[in-house]
């Protein structure tokens, strides 16, 4: 079964050894070459309450909530539909306006977060439509959804959630696909995506080739008390998600904010013990993540940069690169969050730390 160890120390290492086969599996029976398009069998509404939707809520809670960002801001993208991304134990206390327009998705590995279950009855309460975009099939949520999309990555085990987070965003990227093939997206760029998404089980494989480079960044730096991750855009949420991992299984502390803001804060945490991870890949906006980089190296902080293969500047620049492959900038997140899985796990077990099993924490947080 998919929950045996194998030869890997670790759920966590496993499960995130398995992501260009999750991946994959996310995908599978989902693209349309010839409509440029995807499709989804359980989504349970007509083309036409489909078209008449002119707003999501994607509601979530811990890493899933990182991957909803991501779905933010691909959605926008792709389909200029406004999005929400709200945290599912905020959003099932407030009274925001959603209207017969507005539709919501709850985003989790489990289907059975105690706030995510109880966000979700709260809108299908009030008549919304209501789909799950859930891992564990027969789960709470997937059951009371009135549809959803399932992940079909296997059995997570280990606490910090990894496959399920890129199963999560594959999935948020063909959603944004579908609804952006049904208003303004072009035939030509409906497979252009398509044509991306296909090769990203290889691009992920590639990735995984840094994990002995990672291991000596997280050899130099398993002390720090203090790091901070920085990225823009698409690598924003998963900045947040990078300092998340490290947090939960390290017990180091950890932020992400999204990269030009740490002029605004962060900055003044900078010194020469607290490295800064920077996700600096290819990219319309690469040479304003330069300039922040730029600005730590020069308040003597060390900085990780996570970059393209092919960028023959970045190592003059940060003290170590770990080097993913290039893709279309909106789906970087699938590559560029999985040395920082790698980093935290790595930090983690030279510090001693239980991985799979974190103090303090569950995997499936049933209560409120
Ligand atoms: C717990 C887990 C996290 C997970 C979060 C949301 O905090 O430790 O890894 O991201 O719950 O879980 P869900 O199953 O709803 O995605």
């Known amino acids: 079964t998919d929950i045996e160890l194998g030869d890997y120390a670790h759920y966590m290492l496993k499960e995130i050894f398995e992501q260009p086969n999750s991946i994959e599996n996310a995908m599978r029976g ?17 083309s036409q309450q489909l078209r008449h939707i002119d707003r999501i809520v994607l509601t979530a809670c811990g890493t899933s909530w990182h991957a909803a960002m991501v779905g933010e801001y691909l959605i926008e993208e792709f389909a200029r539909i406004p999005v929400e991304v709200e945290y599912a134990s905020e959003l099932r206390y407030r009274n ?9 998705f709850a985003i989790t590995q489990s289907g059975e977060t105690a706030d995510t279950l109880a966000a979700m009855r709260e809108c299908k309460r ?12 027969g789960s709470s949520i997937a059951r009371e959804a009135d549809g959803g999309v ?12 990894t496959k399920a987070f890129t199963s999560q965003v594959t999935v948020l990227t063909l959603l944004a696909l579908f609804f952006g093939r049904m208003r303004h997206m072009s035939w030509q760029a409906g497979r252009n995506i398509i044509r991306e998404l296909r090769t990203m089980p290889e691009h992920v494989e590639r990735t995984l080739k840094c994990h002995d480079v990672v291991q000596e960044i ?21 900045a947040l998600e990078g300092a998340l991992k490290l947090k939960e299984i390290s017990y180091i502390h950890a932020e992400g904010y999204p990269a030009a803001e740490m002029k605004h804060g962060p900055l003044a945490l900078v010194d020469e013990n607290t490295p800064s991870v920077f996700i600096v890949p290819k990219g319309g906006i690469y040479p304003k993540v330069i300039s922040n980089l730029e600005e730590v190296k020069a308040r003597k902080g060390p ?38 899985q790698l980093l935290a796990y790595h930090i983690a077990l030279l510090r001693g730390c239980n991985v799979d099993r974190p103090r303090n924490l569950a995997k499936s947080v049933t209560v409120e």
């Open 96 to 104: 925001p306006p959603l209207n017969d327009r507005t539709m919501i």
């Open 303 to 340: 900085v990780i940069a996570i970059a393209c293969e092919g960028d023959d500047r970045i190592a003059d620049l940060a003290d170590d690169v770990i080097y993913v492959p290039e893709t279309d900038e909106c789906l970087q997140p699938l590559v560029t969050s999985i040395p920082l």
């Open 126 to 137: 009030k008549g919304h439509p209501t789909l799950a975009i859930c891992n564990v099939v």
């Open 30 to 46: 989902r693209l349309d070459e010839d409509e440029a398009t995807a499709k989804f069998g359980g989504l349970n509404l007509s």
């Open 218 to 238: 997280a050899d130099k730096y398993h002390r720090c008390s203090n790091f901070l991750y920085l990225g823009r855009l698409y690598n924003f949420p998963v």
């Open 150 to 161: 399932y992940l079909h990555a296997g059995s997570e085990v280990g606490v910090a959630s």
